[in-house]
């Protein structure tokens, strides 16, 4: 048992996983800060409205607000530093002001921060901490933990989501919550047409389906055998979600991404040749 466990944190792994990762996490969060920046005067600087730390400790900002003059200049740094990591130009060093800029932006206006800074930060700082790769035959390879990490991570936030929805939440004593949830501030033009056209016994479904996958994901994607079955089901699920909740679009390109760290090398290296040519 002692052998497997050094052999599952230390063991040696493709190096081509945590590469992919790398890009498609970088790629979603170009998107994400691109669609938050039209608003960045009002999210970054006293433009905009920050609660005073007498009213709300919590949720006023955590570090100076920036000067409108410097805008530019911080999202020149913010998306050169993140063009650097997504195509490997000096991307160790990169990643680290990537790191500290994305962790700048959620301290500076807690309101408008989400799980998904948090999980950028924790996924930049996995990424700025990994060891160097090194050639193993013609393959080149790193130290495990950095890929057992993020995949515990995933599992770990889907099984806790789950578990919040059965335990705490409603999802299991009513059979509408998902119809509810897509209304109101959450309600897209698919999810209006959805409402009108599916019955609600459809909703419902879904949101079994929903908890049911959160609860079983350590089982599903965490077991190779079951990986492809789960991997489908939960981009299929993703899928919904961007296209019936307004602004959950990010959050599910971020979860997606972590899908990376499951799949294949083999599959992976072929998608490189493909993408190359």
Not at 245 to 269: C, G, H, K, R, W
Request: charge should be positive; proline fraction near 6%.
């Amino acid at each position: 048992m002692g052998e497997r466990w050094d052999r599952f944190w230390y063991g040696e792994v493709a190096a081509i996983r945590l590469d992919a990762f790398r890009q498609a996490l970088l790629f979603t969060l170009v998107f994400y800060m691109l669609a938050r920046w039209m608003y960045a005067s009002e999210w970054l600087t006293e433009l905009g409205f920050h609660p005073s730390p007498a009213a709300d400790h919590d949720d006023s900002p955590q570090l100076p607000l920036l000067p409108p003059a410097l805008l530019p200049a911080f999202g020149a740094l913010l998306f050169g530093s993140m063009a650097l990591v997504i195509f490997g130009w000096l991307r160790r060093a990169a990643t680290w002001p990537t790191l500290a800029l994305v962790f700048y932006v959620g301290a500076a206006d807690p309101v408008a921060e989400f799980t998904l800074n948090r999980l950028y930060v924790f996924a930049l700082l996995v990424l700025a901490l990994s060891p160097r790769p090194w050639l193993s035959g013609q393959v080149m390879v790193l130290r495990a933990w950095p890929l057992r990490v993020l995949q515990l991570s995933l599992l770990v936030h889907y099984l806790a989501a789950g578990l919040c929805k059965a335990l705490h939440g409603d999802w299991l004593r009513a059979d509408d919550v998902l119809w509810m949830q897509i209304q109101g501030l959450y309600m897209t033009d698919a999810a209006a047409w959805l409402a009108r056209v599916l019955p609600t016994w459809a909703f419902t479904a879904q949101q079994h389906a929903a908890l049911a996958f959160e609860l079983l994901a350590p089982l599903l994607i965490g077991l190779r055998r079951l990986r492809p079955l789960g991997l489908l089901i939960g981009v299929f699920m993703h899928l919904v979600i961007a296209v019936t909740m307004n602004q959950l679009i990010y959050f599910s390109l971020q979860m997606v991404a972590f899908y990376v760290v499951f799949l294949d090398p083999a599959t992976l290296e072929r998608w490189r040749r493909r993408l190359g040519r």
